[in-house]
């Protein structure tokens, strides 16, 4: 007598559990990334062959316009309010919890502390139709390494650090630039890094 063959039956895999989770991770990653804002110059840095990255967190920059100006950023969100409580108390400036939480939401700015409550008070709109002097970096008045000295004093003091970005426009002044790292000497801040841009992405 011929043996009976057991009937095959097909794998059926129920997918629909895995596109839910998969719903579910799309859904908390579009609600929980910050999207960066947008900076408030365009630079064109020059390019270089150099293969070393500036890390993703922890940095500050120091920006260098085409017409000269000293713009300051930092990444670090939790040293942004007492950085600039440091700063207002260095200069006897007191800032507002409104101006504290606009201050935090800036990519980058380009004005004198003693113009900083003012330019926080104007709306997106108007910061973007101002014509800003730039941070001063002179001998006489160098708030722009001042800015870095005392967010790297925070950072020590939570037992953390934060590296330094220079990223200066490619038609910016040679002179700009070298007063600029002469500042930062006379406060021993002799560590940073030049960011530009790689000639593959240049060609």
């Known amino acids: 007598m011929a043996r009976v063959k057991p009937k095959r039956h097909g794998i059926h895999i129920d997918m629909t559990p895995m596109s839910d989770l998969a719903w579910l991770l799309l859904t908390f990653f579009i609600l929980t990334t910050q999207f960066k804002p947008e900076e408030t110059i ?14 993703d967190h922890g940095v500050m920059k120091i920006s260098i316009a085409l017409d ?5 950023s930092m990444d670090e969100q939790k040293y942004k309010i007492p950085l600039l409580k440091a700063m207002g108390e260095k200069y006897n400036i007191t800032f507002t919890p ?8 800036l990519s980058d700015f380009g004005v004198p502390i003693q ?3 003012q ?3 104007l709306s997106e709109a108007e910061r973007e139709k101002v014509t800003v ?6 001998s006489a008045n160098s708030q722009i390494t001042e800015w870095v000295f005392e967010a790297r004093e925070l950072a020590k003091q939570a037992g953390d650090s934060l590296d330094l970005g220079i990223r200066g426009d490619i038609k910016a002044q040679y002179p700009v630039v070298k007063n600029l790292l002469t500042r930062l000497q006379d406060k021993n801040m002799n560590k940073f890094q030049l960011i530009t841009s790689s000639e593959s992405e240049s060609e």
Do not use: A, H, N
């Open 42 to 55: 365009t630079i064109e840095p020059p390019s270089s062959v150099s293969q070393i990255k500036v890390r």
């Open 68 to 72: 000269g100006k000293y713009y300051f």
């Open 98 to 105: 409104e101006e504290q939480k606009e201050f935090k939401g």
């Open 115 to 117: 113009q900083l409550k």
């Open 119 to 121: 330019y926080l008070q």
């Open 133 to 138: 002097p730039g941070i001063p970096g002179d």
